[in-house]
């Protein structure tokens, strides 16, 4: 079954906005993970946080992870027309943490209006 | 950008014809990954490799096959082709075999369409 689920499926807000993404997963993980997909493109790896860890940064990202609500959120800040694209979680299972035990969910799909 | 490339990008080929989607990395990672993935839906593992002569199936069941003869090569073969195989192909490679927390590089996949 699924351990990712992003929320919302899909998100429009004007350039300049912040843009809040949630994911929500089932079993103990290891580490979560965002990446971003362009339309018909592979994915681009953004922000990795362990299981220990609470908020991490990256640019105008900032990820948080409650391990007790088994919740991550991604909020982009200050958003740009480029930042359109489809973002994904993804889970490490907690028996390996490789990637052969990462799970993506369905995505959030983020429109910037100009 | 990273350094993992997919060719072709678009394959519209006939129902029973074998296809080799061929993926090619040049970072020296030893994990490589093969993902399914349906219009506006999750990535599903199908294959992953730890290195040379190293193979096994993911968690979504596939008809496809492949090998990993060289560190840097990860062909995907389907033997015969079916409308049910149309999807996009993703490879992705990675830096650490079987440790927790790699990143995965992705390359811009194959839209493989069957009529």
């Known amino acids: 079954s699924q351990q990712g689920e992003e929320d919302p499926q899909a998100l429009s807000i004007q350039e300049g906005e912040n843009a809040t993404m949630n994911c929500s997963y089932k079993?103990?993980?290891?580490?979560l993970q965002w990446y971003r997909q362009n339309s018909g493109r592979g994915l681009v790896h953004l922000i990795l946080?362990?299981?220990?860890?609470r908020e991490k940064h990256s640019g105008r990202l900032r990820v948080t992870l409650d391990t007790s609500k088994k919740s991550s959120s991604l909020l982009i800040t200050a958003s740009r027309a480029a930042d359109t694209a489809s973002y994904f979680c993804?889970?490490?299972?907690?028996?390996?943490?490789?990637?052969?035990?990462?799970?993506f969910g369905k995505g959030t799909h983020l429109i910037i209006q100009p | 950008e990273a350094d993992i490339y997919q060719t072709p990008r678009y394959l519209v080929i006939g129902t029973g014809k074998k296809i080799t989607l061929e993926c090619s990395q040049t970072?020296?990672?030893?994990?490589m990954y093969w993902y399914q993935q349906d219009p506006g839906m999750e990535l599903h593992l199908i294959h992953y490799?730890?290195?040379?002569?190293?193979?096994e199936k993911g968690d979504l069941s596939s008809e496809s096959t492949v090998s990993r003869i060289r560190t840097e090569h990860f062909p995907l073969t389907l033997e015969s082709a079916r409308p049910s195989h149309t999807s996009q192909y993703l490879c992705?490679?990675?830096?650490?075999?079987?440790?927790?927390?790699?990143?995965?590089?992705f390359g811009s996949g194959t839209q493989l369409s069957v009529l």
């Open positions: 079993t103990s993980i290891n580490n």
């Open positions: 970072m020296g990672h030893d994990k």
């Open positions: 993804a889970t490490a299972a907690l028996r390996g943490g490789g990637a052969d035990g990462l799970t």
């Open positions: 992705a490679s990675s830096e650490y075999p079987g440790s927790g927390g790699e990143k995965l590089f």
């Open positions: 490799s730890y290195g040379v002569n190293s193979t």
């Open positions: 946080i362990r299981s220990n860890e």
